[in-house]
């Protein structure tokens, strides 16, 4: 049976035996503070004194019953229910890593999952002492006796000038195999380094792609460089297939939420390595990052040689993939050999935030749909500076197929879709047509044209994620009710602005 597994069974039975074992033995507890970890301890068993006062949101948990070394003891001893807020006497014991720590809801700690890690522990109620549990605590980070206790440092706040919620997709397939594997490991965690991790600087999360994609670990697991460079260590390899495109889509879609630890207002990045060329279709990957508001890199490592081109699906994967194809975005190393110069420019580039074009803004990340008053009483010279007005809005934002989308319809008594929200994707094509739309005359009914607009030009996009407008450009009172379907608009997500001409002027 492999050291690193206990059965299920024997470690049941063993666990139960945890506290006849810990009333055995009379040791006086060492002082711990709120975040010393399993990992901190370098005995088999030892009794600990936790706090009390300690904030329950601040536990970083791993697991139920055993717990990978990188939790809170104290967190944990709350979790297992051998202790309070109040704090108290607990005992660790070290037990041998394990794969799968489940995730539980206990005694108001929400614990987390966590694939794979090297030393796990479990806790008992430790032996009362005369020591108190207090506020104030002792660093256990090397505790042998005889030695003056360190405090314990505080949680580093990172690279203010890097803030970034970045995850590492690495290949994890047959193509780069174990050695290369680990190499690319260490290159992955040299930039890490780099960044400058912490609480208020650049937040990282590894997904592994390989036939099935696999999320190693999440932003909110780690905040310091030393737990993330641990974490890149335990994560084993898998092989298969290169289903780059496969896990760059999962990663999109499932990686960055606000339960995951995604932050808001911050830029969202995927550093995708490719180890000769993908087995699958990354360009569809690439343009749904691109719609969740994902920046894509792209960083290649031995390009396929010519010999090697008939397998490859699509040879100019790395610009279809790319948040844009302006060679800001993609990065070539020739092998994995010597890399630590490659290490300072590529972190240059994911901390240059003003080049992260793919963040969501309200900018690229909006359907606008103008409506139009096309009646008698607008005049052909007024309708005509309405439409310089609308396309004078429109050239403020980002017009792409990922991006922000315009459409405009013209309303009297009938309404005329003049081009809907899939019809034109670049800003000149939309300003080409707003400048040639025909003037209709004729009479006002702003309530049906707004109903008309809502059903048949926001419905065919209703799962679009940018945010919807509808902008009413009209002179005067209509004959009809407004209230009813701009209301009934608003309640379907969609925000409606009136401006209206007086006299030329808007």
């Not at 037990?95 to 008992?124: C, H, K």
């Not at 004959?479 to 209301?487: E, I, K, N």
Request: proline fraction near 4%.
């Amino acid at each position: 049976m492999p050291s690193s597994r206990i059965p299920a069974l024997c470690l049941g039975a063993w666990l139960l035996l945890l506290p006849r074992l810990a009333r055995a033995e009379g040791a006086v507890p060492i002082p711990v503070t709120c975040f010393t970890r399993g990992l901190d301890i370098r005995k088999e068993k030892a009794d600990v004194l936790c706090p009390g006062g300690c904030s329950l949101e601040e536990f970083s948990v791993f697991g139920n019953i055993v717990y990978a070394s990188v939790s809170s003891i104290c967190g944990a001893a709350v979790h297992r229910g051998v202790i309070g807020t109040s704090g108290g006497p607990v005992r660790v014991y070290s037990l041998p890593g394990r794969e799968n720590y489940s995730s539980v809801d206990a005694n108001g700690i929400q614990s987390q999952m966590l694939s794979r890690w090297s030393a796990s522990f479990a806790v008992t109620k430790g032996k009362s002492s005369t020591q108190e549990a207090t506020g104030r605590a002792v660093s256990t980070a090397h505790p042998p006796s005889g030695k003056r206790l360190k405090k314990t440092p505080e949680k580093k706040t990172g690279n203010k000038d890097c803030k970034a919620d970045i995850a590492f997709l690495i290949d994890g397939s047959f193509n780069i195999g174990q050695r290369r594997f680990n190499l690319q490991k260490n290159f992955v965690g040299k930039v890490a380094l780099m960044l400058g991790i912490g609480t208020e600087g650049p937040h990282v999360g590894l997904v592994q792609a390989s036939e099935h994609p696999k999320i190693e670990f999440y932003l909110k697991n780690f905040t310091s460089a030393k737990d993330v460079l641990f974490a890149i260590k335990e994560v084993g390899f898998r092989g298969g297939n290169s289903n780059t495109g496969k896990a760059l889509k999962h990663t999109a879609q499932k990686f960055f939420t606000a339960d995951t630890g995604v932050r808001k207002g911050i830029p969202k990045v995927v550093v995708v390595f490719i180890d000769g060329w993908p087995s699958d279709d990354i360009e569809e990957a690439g343009i749904v990052a691109r719609e969740f508001g994902v920046n894509v890199f792209i960083v290649s490592v031995a390009k396929p040689i010519p010999e090697e081109l008939g397998m490859v699906q699509d040879v100019a994967f790395v610009d279809k993939a790319v948040c844009r194809n302006n060679g800001f975005f993609s990065y070539h190393m020739p092998n994995w050999f010597g890399t630590t110069k490659y290490v300072k420019p590529l972190v240059q580039k994911l901390c240059t935030h003003e080049q992260m074009m793919c963040s969501k803004t309200c900018y690229n990340s909006v359907n606008i749909a103008f409506l139009i008053d096309g009646s008698s009483s607008v005049g052909d010279s007024n309708f005509r500076l309405m439409l310089e007005f609308v396309s004078n809005i429109a050239k403020t934002f980002e017009i792409s197929d990922i991006g922000a989308k315009i459409a405009a319809v013209q309303f009297t008594y009938d309404q005329r879709t003049e081009f809907s929200f899939t019809d034109y994707n670049t800003k000149e094509n939309v300003l080409a047509v707003l400048a040639n739309i025909r003037y209709m005359s004729g009479g006002t009914a702003t309530g049906d044209a707004i109903a008309f607009t809502v059903r048949n030009v926001f419905g065919p996009i209703r799962d679009s994620p940018n945010k919807n407008f509808l902008v009413i450009v009209t002179d005067g009172q209509s004959y009809d009710d407004v209230r009813g379907p701009a209301a009934a608009a608003h309640d379907a997500g969609k925000m409606a602005v009136f401006l209206r001409m007086k006299e030329g002027v808007l």
